[in-house]
């Protein structure tokens, strides 16, 4: 599933991602305010019906656009089946789950949307009620598996989505209890999610561009063989501290070394350090490279025999 490195599809899915929480919560607040309502003293009832259900979809296209990005990046670990079945994602499975099953609720609820006329009242009414399961498996999900969930400016949209949230509920179910519930509600809602992003949810980021670091590395070396040269190709993954695609190429001649290359591409920011292979191991080979912001790596890969055909294992340490 892994198409792309490019650091815009990995900018696309965070910001799909907010994008869809943010409609959500709105459509949330929208169906409440309209609930148990005939007439509405600023706005026509249809107006708002018809917002609430363009709302709607444009939370399911949002939905569509982060799953979609997040599928084909590189950076991040999932799999086909890691983004549609629950608890399987490596990534923080909890909260990943989370997401999962609210994207799929949200399915299901579109589902019977569309149905509506055909359905009892009753019970598209009941399943209607499960857009708060959906908002609350989202929220929860933000929180805990989003990469930005502890900047400032995250925490403040999820704070007053959460406050927004909360306070049109309260205002529906327990208005008879004071004027002052809803705003309480509100209050302590934005509370708790900046003490959650805070504290216990919040997030370490992996290194920018590390100046060093040493990982896991698994690829494939590739070899064409002709009468006087041969061309041997090195393609491996880097994950650990910090993730990267390294490639290495060398062109063979009798009794020397003709010519290098070499690549190491940051992820997910998408930096490339381009330079040379500067010596060649049975099993590794070490390189150096200058990157685009002016800095220089030193690389060396080392890996065992190879296994399966040309796939191999091992490890890269890289230092400036």
């Known amino acids: 599933m892994h198409l792309t490195t490019s650091p815009v599809d990995w900018y696309a899915a965070r910001a799909a991602g907010v994008a869809a929480y943010l409609l959500l919560s709105t459509v949330v607040c929208l169906g409440i305010t309209m609930a148990g309502k005939k007439r509405l003293e600023c706005w026509p009832r249809f107006a708002l019906e018809d917002v609430h259900r ?9 939905v569509i656009i982060h799953v979609a990005t997040i599928a084909i990046d590189a950076y991040l670990p999932f799999s086909l089946a890691s983004i549609v079945v629950p608890f399987v994602a490596v990534y923080r499975p909890i909260f990943t789950a989370l997401g999962i099953v609210a994207a799929e609720l949200l399915l299901a609820l579109a589902v019977t949307n569309h149905y509506r006329d055909r359905l009892p009242y009753r019970y598209w009414r009941r399943a209607h009620y499960f857009n708060f399961a959906v908002w609350a498996g989202a929220t929860v999900h933000g929180l805990g598996g989003g990469t930005d969930r502890s900047t400032p400016w995250l925490m403040g949209i999820f704070a007053a989505a959460v406050a927004a949230v909360l306070a049109a509920i309260s205002w529906r179910f327990l208005r008879g209890y004071g004027r002052w519930v809803p705003a309480g509600t509100a209050a302590a809602g934005a509370l708790a999610v900046v003490l959650l992003a805070a504290g216990p949810l919040r997030f370490s980021p992996r290194p920018w561009n590390s100046q060093a670091f040493d990982g896991t590395l698994t690829g494939q070396v590739l070899r064409d063989v002709g009468s006087t040269r041969a061309l041997v190709s090195a393609a491996a993954t880097a994950s650990g501290r910090q993730r990267a695609l390294l490639r290495a190429d060398l062109l063979l001649e009798p009794g020397h070394l003709a010519a290098t290359s070499f690549q190491l591409e940051f992820l997910p920011s998408g930096m490339l350090c381009t330079g040379r292979v500067t010596r060649v ?7 150096s490279c200058r990157a685009e912001d002016g800095t220089h790596r030193f690389i060396s890969a080392r890996w065992g025999r190879q296994a399966q055909g040309n796939s191999f294992s091992g490890e890269v340490h890289v230092h400036a």
């Open 54 to 62: 363009f709302g709607g979809l444009l939370v399911g296209t949002f």
């Open 281 to 287: 191991h049975s099993f590794g080979f070490e390189a």
